[in-house]
Nanobody, 125 residues
């Protein structure tokens, strides 16, 4: 599975962006898909995840109520809709795929086997 993330850019605080993560290769029902973000000098942080089969979603507390993760099975694509963006949302955003959906472990980036290349989101004041 190869993942291609896109949709990043420069946006003012309070604005919105939608990230996309297109998968080449089949995403099976047992997968979970996640979004993580990283700023220089810091660890990669969990943002959101979704079970491919059930659509159940998970969010970091810092983005709950502002971000929405979704998937389009027909397009093999995962989305991250980001609203009410804040300065602290500035980061490189990565999408990832875990072949084994584990409800209690979707926040652990080390368990994801496949990663996209990252897309930069910059929120300005």
């Amino acid at each position: 599975v190869q993942l291609q993330a896109s949709g990043g850019g420069l946006v003012q605080a309070g604005g919105s962006l939608r990230l996309s993560c297109a998968a080449s290769g089949r995403i099976f029902s047992g997968y979970s898909m996640g979004w993580f973000r990283q700023v220089p000098g810091k660890e990669r942080d969990f943002v959101a995840a979704i079970s491919w089969s059930s659509g159940f979603t998970y969010y970091a507390d810092s983005v709950k109520g502002r971000f929405t993760i979704s998937r389009d099975s027909a397009k093999n694509t995962v989305y991250l809709q980001m609203n009410s963006l804040k300065l602290e949302d500035t980061a490189v955003y990565y999408c990832a795929a875990d072949r084994n959906y584990r409800p209690g472990k979707v926040r652990e980036f080390s368990l994801y086997e496949y990663w996209g290349q990252g897309t930069l989101v910059t929120v300005s004041s």
